[in-house]
Structures are given as C-alpha cells and as structure tokens.
C-alpha cells in the first residue's frame, strides 16, 4: 500500500528513509570502499551524494514547513488588519510591504509583536495612529514562524526569525507590562 505524505516535512523524511534504504545510487557505491567482510564504506571526511540530497531536500522541506506554519498564523492574526497582501490599510493599518520595522532589526520586530505598539508613526510618507495588540499568546515556533513570513515575503527579502531569537527577546522584556510607543521601540 502506498501512501502520499501529508506534508513537506513528511514528504522529505519519506524521501530520507527511502534514499538510506535503498543504499544510495549506482555511483555512491562505486565510490565506496570495501572492508575485508565486503560491507561499504565512505572515505573518511566524505558525504555521499544521496547523502547531500537528502539533507537538501530536508532543509527545503523544513522550510517550507516553516513557511506554511507563519502564512497559517499570518492568516489567522495579522491579515485582518495588514491585509493578506501585506498591504494594510492606509491611514488605519501600516504594510508590511518595505516596512522597516519588518525588514530592519529582528529583535526590535519581536520586541514590538510580544508586547504590541502604540501610537503615531510614519510608513511610507503615511502616518498611522492606531494600536497595534501585544501577541506573546503565541509560542515562540509561532512567532518565529509568522516574523520569518512576513520578513520574506510581500517583496521583504530580511533574514528568518529563529525561537530562540523570539525566547532570548521575550526573557529580556519579561517584566515589560505595557505596549511600545514608536519613540521607545525605535531606541536602539
């Protein structure tokens, strides 16, 4: 019985286990060498091809996965207001798009996403005077996720997000009771 892997994460440890049990190609093997009871191996310091693939393959899966998860909690707690194509909403909702304060320093994104902004700021020429809520509701992976979305994605080419980038941030601002105003959030 076959049967199709419900997600990417799943689909490349399909591949994985597959790749490890059918023994790699016909050109891995004949790299190897042979040890005197005729079992293969790998020269020391060396990754076999199927190896190599099977690790890209991987890391791509997990990025997707990853990618999947933020567009899900992007869907779920941000479109609303920022709009599914990151546009916001003029003079209410500032983008993403370009924005800043997404695309420049992460932990100043995380320290604003847990604990929310308040007040006037300017995006793009517009101003804005709304609040934005506090989301430390959500877990780390969520975070991360969702950042690492929005941070590479509506045109945003910033770097990803980790959980530990979002643990280190909230441990920091633990004690923090209130949300930002822009003049605090853009304190170095």
């Not at 091809?49 to 690790?55: R, Y």
């Not at 997990?62 to 909690?73: F, K, S």
């Amino acid at each position: 019985m076959t049967t199709t892997p419900k997600s990417p994460l799943a689909a490349a440890l399909a591949l994985a286990a597959l790749t490890a049990c059918s023994g790699g190609g016909a050109s891995d093997r004949a790299a190897a060498s042979s040890t005197p009871n005729g079992a293969a191996t790998q020269p020391a310091g060396t990754v076999s091809a199927a190896a190599a693939a099977t690790a890209t393959v991987a890391a791509s899966a997990t990025t997707n996965a990853a990618t999947q998860d933020g567009r899900a909690v992007f869907r779920r707690t941000c479109a609303t207001c920022h709009q599914q194509n990151g546009q916001g909403i003029r003079g209410a909702f500032p983008p993403l798009v370009g924005s800043p304060f997404v695309t420049g320093d992460k932990g100043r994104l995380v320290r604003l996403v847990l604990h929310g902004l308040t007040g006037q700021l300017v995006v793009g020429g517009v101003r804005y005077n709304n609040v934005m809520p506090p989301w430390k509701t959500l877990s780390d992976a969520e975070l991360a996720a969702v950042l690492t979305y929005v941070r590479s994605n509506f045109g945003n080419t910033a770097g990803p997000v980790t959980p530990q980038d979002v643990a280190q941030q909230r441990a920091a601002t633990a004690s923090r009771a209130t949300m930002w105003t822009v003049a605090e959030i853009e304190r170095p």
